[in-house]
């Protein structure tokens, strides 16, 4: 071995006792200290694909401008697709027809899309759209009517399969018809993803497609001022699921990359802040404003540039109460995270802990376990105070052991499949987390 090589190898052991020398003494609470060690272990350039066609028409009154968007997507007659009352009762729905109607383009209505939206309204928009000629879906609403949109889209382009076929995986789609966003509810982030979540009322089996860029939405106008009508409840139960469409992407035990990260932490924080202010100040346009294009950010890939595509296992989780119980997902995913984050923390604590000091500016102590848990607790104490359930007690459902073992028997697709990547579970252990989080 050449000396100068052998010396390097003495250095650079050296300079990393003395920084975790100095980290021990100190009790870290230096952001960057953290990061070095850190980064000594976890950041490598992973290969990666980000694809986001999505339009975006982010502003005040972009609605309006739904009439140009189609046009340029040459669609001849579209269906408004929206959900129970409240795109009615805002008049959104009246604007959106006299602005179809002045420039001239045909359409159709089709609204009743309840949340964890039904394949029998699926099959409804299908035909509907089959007899009138429909080529292109407009969704008005959220998460639940961008999805019901999507699935017409694939039942429509495909019309030789059953469009239930994709959600149970077993074909996959070749065409998708063209969709447009005009979003209500900041949550899903649907707007811009490649997936599509809708439940079959036949065993109440709420199942996504595999993620497939053909259903990205065309454009998707984000108009703050459409989410000041929301309930309380959904926007907090929206600001969770943003939060965790990051987090699902950021709870990895494979190195990542600095610049996801950061862009993850601040974008965590960002919705953290302002989903504060929206408790009080529903109509506080600036926090609107920050939260929906975190939204959108938060699920259309870029948060998981490099970290290999994502835990996903609360997600998977959430889907089978809201599937059988039919929960706000969001507020699901809250009552879940807490007991999901205690059971698996420990598969990489240094991973929880670089979250607890950056996005809620713990000290990181060289202790990683203590801080890693320290995070958790700051986590479930922020869903409090937006007043999220932490428990699915607290989310409305007292459950007994045997709703439990059936909950994990249909995650787990009757014990044929394991979830997550940061700690792989099986049928057992989702019935560990779902019981801890009674
Ligand atoms: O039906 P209306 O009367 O419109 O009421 C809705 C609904 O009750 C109401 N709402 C929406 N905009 C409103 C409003 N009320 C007053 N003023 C407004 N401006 O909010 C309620 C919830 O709507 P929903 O569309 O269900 O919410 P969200 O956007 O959270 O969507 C949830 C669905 O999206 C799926 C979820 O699983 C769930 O089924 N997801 C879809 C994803 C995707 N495709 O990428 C990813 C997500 O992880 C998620 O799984
Ligand atoms: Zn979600």
Redesign the pocket.
């Known amino acids: 071995m050449h000396p100068d090589f052998f010396y390097a190898i003495i250095i650079t052991v050296l300079l990393m006792q003395t920084i975790q020398f100095y980290c021990l003494f100190l009790n870290i609470s230096d952001r960057s200290l953290c990061l070095i060690l850190n980064k000594e272990y976890y950041y490598i350039m992973r290969s990666f694909e980000y694809y986001t066609p999505t339009k975006v028409i982010f502003g005040k009154d972009t609605h309006l401008k739904v009439a140009t968007l189609l046009k340029e997507q040459h669609c001849k007659k579209v269906l408004i697709h ?9 008049g ?1 729905i009246d604007e959106i027809r006299s602005v179809l109607d002045e420039a001239g383009i045909a359409y159709v209505t089709l609204g009743g ?5 039904r394949l029998s309204k699926v099959r409804e928009g299908i035909e509907l759209c089959r007899r009138e000629n429909v080529d292109f879906l407009l969704a008005v ?7 019901s949109c ?1 699935a017409i889209g694939y039942g429509l382009a495909n019309p030789e399969t059953d469009v239930w076929n994709f959600f149970l995986r077993t074909e996959t789609p070749k065409a998708c018809l063209p969709v447009g966003v005009i979003l ?7 707007e811009m ?7 079959n009322e036949d065993g109440w089996l ?1 199942r ?1 497609t595999a993620r497939n860029d053909l259903c990205r939405p065309r454009f998707a106008i984000l108009n703050p001022r ?6 309380q409840y ?1 926007t907090e ?2 600001c969770v ?1 943003i939060l ?2 990051t987090m699902e992407r950021y709870f990895v035990n494979i190195e990542t990359m600095e610049i996801t990260d950061s862009i993850s932490e601040s974008l965590m924080q960002t919705v953290i802040y302002n989903s504060r202010i929206l408790l009080k100040e529903p109509d506080n346009y600036t926090a609107r404003a920050e939260i929906m294009w975190a939204g959108s950010l938060s ?1 259309n890939g870029l948060t998981g540039c490099g970290t290999g595509g994502g835990d996903w296992a609360c ?1 998977q989780l ?2 089978e109460l ?1 599937g059988t119980y039919d929960v ?3 507020a699901g995913l809250a009552a879940l995270w807490g007991s999901w984050a205690r059971y698996v923390y420990d598969a990489n604590p240094e991973r929880f802990a670089q979250f607890a000091t950056n996005v809620f500016e713990i000290p990181c102590s060289i202790d990683f376990n203590k801080t890693a848990l320290a995070g958790i607790e700051a986590m479930e104490d922020y869903f409090r105070s937006i007043q999220m359930p932490t428990s699915l007690h607290e989310l409305g459902l007292d459950l007994t052991e045997k709703d439990i073992h059936d909950l994990a028997f249909k995650c787990s697709y009757e014990d044929t499949r394991t979830i997550g990547v940061f700690k792989q579970l099986n049928m057992k252990d989702m019935e560990k987390i779902y019981l801890a989080a009674r």
């Open positions: 929206y959900g129970g009352h409240s795109a009615i009762k805002s959104l899309v309840v949340p964890n939206p609403g959220g998460g639940s009517v961008i999805d999507k209500t509810i900041a949550a899903s982030g649907s993803s490649n997936s599509c979540v809708i439940t709420k996504s459409l989410t000041y009508t929301l309930p959904q139960s929206g699921d965790m469409h699920h997600h959430e889907h809201g706000a997902h969001g």
